[in-house]
T-cell receptor
Framework: DAGVTQSPTHLIKTRGQHVTLRCSPI?????VSWYQQVLGQGPQFIFQ???????GRGNFPDRFSARQFPNYSSELNVNALLLGDSALYLC?????????????FGEGSRLTVL | KQEVTQIPAALSVPEGENLVLNCSFT??????LQWFRQDPGKGLTSLLL?????REQTSGRLNASLDKSSGRSTLYIAASQPGDSATYLC????????????FGQGTELSVKP
């Protein structure tokens, strides 16, 4: 079975641009969460989507948005990029809303903002 | 507010040594605790999941324990190998916060041949 897949794996943008990151969860998983990991720190929660609805949002500005599609894949969008948005963006999937079971992560999308 | 702390931040050991990584959390109201491994520049690989009603989980050379009352978890690695070199992260899922994971900052482990 395929694990969580993310694209693109690496990308470079300049300040003020927009970026879209994509995630496909494990087959049968309905919950997708997004995390930002800055170098040397643990991941920080950005969003959770379950059954195509936003179920949780972390302490991130409105420049960050996301959505989940009928096939449970998800997009993370970041507008007006800042240098501080440079990070590894991780997607995680699980079967249930409360994530009481195991969470599985993708390899991440490495974003560099110049 | 739930906070997760991992000590030490970095650890270097000779091959073959048994070692313990520590994780502490401030609020015992959690669904579960999960340990992950992260290789440089890579995503997270799940190692062990401990439900709040459990005390420990084992997988191969790894053993994780959970003491909710004291807000502590340990990851025990037996007979360490150079291939175990990575950053180890623990994370908890608090009650009533949906499925949000709260991570520690990780312990960077280096196992020397």
């Amino acid at each position: 079975d395929a694990g969580v897949t993310q694209s693109p794996t690496h990308l470079i943008k300049t300040r003020g641009q927009h970026v879209t990151l994509r995630c496909s969860p494990i087959s049968g998983h309905k919950s997708v969460s997004w995390y930002q990991q800055v170098l040397g720190q643990g991941p920080q929660f950005i969003f959770q989507y379950y059954e195509k609805e936003e179920r949780g949002r972390g302490n991130f500005p409105d420049r960050f948005s996301a959505r989940q599609f009928p096939n449970y894949s998800s997009e993370l969008n970041v507008n007006a990029l800042l240098l501080g948005d440079s990070a590894l963006y991780l997607c995680a999937s699980s079967q249930d809303f409360a994530n009481t079971g195991e969470l599985f992560f993708g390899e991440g999308s490495r974003l560099t903002v110049l | 507010k739930q906070e997760v702390t991992q000590i030490p931040a970095a650890l270097s050991v000779p091959e073959g040594e048994n070692l313990v990584l520590n994780c502490s959390f401030t609020d015992s109201a959690i669904y579960n605790l999960q340990w992950f491994r992260q290789d440089p520049g890579k995503g997270l690989t799940s190692l062990l999941l401990i439900q709040s009603s459990q005390r420990e989980q084992t997988s191969g050379r790894l053993n994780a324990s959970l003491d909710k009352s004291s807000g502590r978890s340990t990851l025990y690695i037996a007979a360490s190998q150079p291939g175990d070199s990575a950053t180890y992260l623990c994370a908890v899922i608090p009650y009533n916060q949906g499925g949000k994971l709260i991570f520690g900052q990780g312990t960077e482990l280096s196992v020397k041949p």
